[in-house]
């Protein structure tokens, strides 16, 4: 499947635990003010590429303790980012998800969202606040940003928060 990536860290440690590949996609309407990738906004920018180039990329690599989909926003490419944590999963490894948006009971109701967010371990949520920076927060940037494990993700779609 091709989608829009505005390139891949091969071996990130910030963005996760351990070593990961951190794959960021191209796109993001939510413009943060003090975003730390202002240049993956612009949906015609960054490259085409195959889901498939980057599963192999990931296989490659037997230090991976998972891959991190980052952006931009993967939400705005639902169908490749949910078939990069399908084949990673079945690798072994986990899955982290950085948005923008905050995860809820109605975004969770659009399919496509779902099956993606149910194919993720952990969920960084919430916009950047400039205001809410905070360098000493581990894996986040801004103190109103969510760390949703897979319980909360289940407790999210089920109950709503």
Known sequence: MLFRAAGI???SIVDGPGIRMAVFFQGCNHKCNGCHNPE?????GGKIMK???????YKRNMLYSGITLTGGDPLYQPYPALELAQSIHE????????TGFEITKELAD???VR???LNVDTIVDGPFILEERDLGLEFRGSRN???????NIIEIISRGY
Do not use: A, C, P
């Not at 889901?51 to 990329?57: G, P």
């Not at 940003?145 to 319980?151: M, N, V």
């Open 9 to 11: 860290e091969k071996e």
């Open 40 to 44: 993956t906004w612009d949906f015609n």
């Open 51 to 57: 889901t498939s180039d980057v599963i192999e990329m």
């Open 91 to 98: 690798l072994g490894g986990n899955v982290w998800l950085y």
């Open 110 to 112: 659009i399919e496509v």
């Open 115 to 117: 099956n993606l967010i």
């Open 145 to 151: 940003q969510r760390i949703l494990t897979h319980d």
